[in-house]
């Protein structure tokens, strides 16, 4: 039991939040729609809605980059608007992406270093120093639908 308020917008509590289930459902084929763990914070502008960024060790979002550890090996999200503040960065959840990163069930990686910075990708990287990290999972091959929840482990390509 607490108290709160219901409005419009959603529910706001300042109590705890218990809840038995959380209903998580595949989202349309408009980019950045999304159904997940929001955060709000790292006041990056001119972000690409449907991109993923990486949380930099300044404060900032920049776009993940699987080429260097320093660009993709830490915190990821998806830029649901053009701020970082004001339209929310995706953690966890279902998105659709700016692009269309696979086929139907395919396993997702970070695609970049070829102007690809900030996609998906279902082919791994595999250049020599690349991280090959597991993002999430392609639900569907054409709308750029996924569920996103990267992996908190990477493994560099070495050659």
Known sequence: TT??????GGFTTTGELSATTRKFTK???TVADHNGD????GNTADMTRGAIYHYRSNGTWELAD???VATCD??????LGTASDDNGMLLRGMVT?????????????LKGGDGSEGDASATPPSGNTHIIRIIGYCLDSTDGQIWFDPD???VEVTA
């Open 97 to 109: 992406l700016d692009h269309d990163p696979g086929t139907l069930g395919d396993v997702l990686y």
């Open 152 to 154: 908190k482990t990477f």
């Open 38 to 41: 929001v955060v709000f914070f």
């Open 74 to 79: 830490g915190l990821l999200a998806v830029a």
């Open 66 to 68: 699987p080429t260097a």
């Open 3 to 8: 108290t709160g308020t219901i409005t419009a």
């Open 27 to 29: 989202t349309s084929d």
